[in-house]
């Protein structure tokens, strides 16, 4: 399984951007995805999931700035990410469960600056 991130950059504080995860290979099913993030320093940390369901989990920091959706034929899941702050400042990893197995992508900078 490989997973592909796109959409990161620089942005003002109070902009957006659309993080994209694009995945591929073995796959089988829909399976969960999600979101996570590692600032310089700290833990990666969960910032959003979807179940295979649809059903959406959200880190407390992001709730309500922030939007994970989904495409299921694409096998793809994204991140609208809007009014940011220099805390969401970090590198945001795509990450897809199947089987028990964690899968990671690449990761993609987003730095929050003026």
């Known amino acids: 399984v490989q997973l592909v991130e796109s959409g990161g950059g620089l942005v003002q504080p109070g902009g957006s951007l659309r993080l994209s995860c694009a995945a591929s290979?073995?796959?089988?099913?829909?399976?969960?995805m999600g979101w996570y993030r590692q600032a310089p320093g700290k833990q990666r940390e969960l910032v959003a999931a979807?179940?295979?369901?649809?059903?959406?989990n959200y880190a407390d920091s992001v709730k309500g700035r922030f939007t994970i959706s989904r495409d299921n034929p694409k096998n793809a899941v994204y991140l609208q990410m809007n009014s940011l702050k220099p805390e969401d400042t970090a590198v945001y990893y795509c990450?897809?469960?199947?089987?028990?197995?964690?899968?990671w992508g690449q990761g993609t900078q987003v730095t929050v600056s003026s």
């Open positions: 290979g073995m796959i089988f099913g829909i399976n969960p």
């Open positions: 979807i179940t295979s369901r649809g059903s959406t």
């Open positions: 990450n897809l469960v199947q089987y028990g197995r964690d899968y």
